[in-house]
């Protein structure tokens, strides 16, 4: 699995972003690059305790985490 914390890896996805387009034609749904960008950002919010969105671990998280 890649790493973010992979200079290699930082570099390609640092790349490929900078590669959007705003208006650029949709391929894998319906979302706008915006949005997508939003959509990824949100994880990773949650994983560096940056926001939970609300979101409450119930018995089996608890359990596994």
């Known amino acids: 699995m890649k790493s973010l914390f992979s200079p ?4 390609e996805t640092r790349k490929r972003i900078h590669k ?3 208006n650029a034609e949709n391929e ?3 979302m706008t690059p915006a949005q ?3 959509h990824c950002q949100a994880p990773l919010n949650i994983m560096l305790q940056k926001d939970d969105y609300g979101l409450k671990p ?3 998280a608890k359990l596994f985490f």
Request: no cysteine; net charge negative; aromatic share 24%.
């Open 58 to 60: 119930n018995f089996f």
């Open 28 to 30: 894998w749904g319906k």
């Open 20 to 22: 959007l387009q705003e």
């Open 36 to 38: 997508m960008l939003h």
């Open 8 to 11: 290699q890896v930082y570099d």
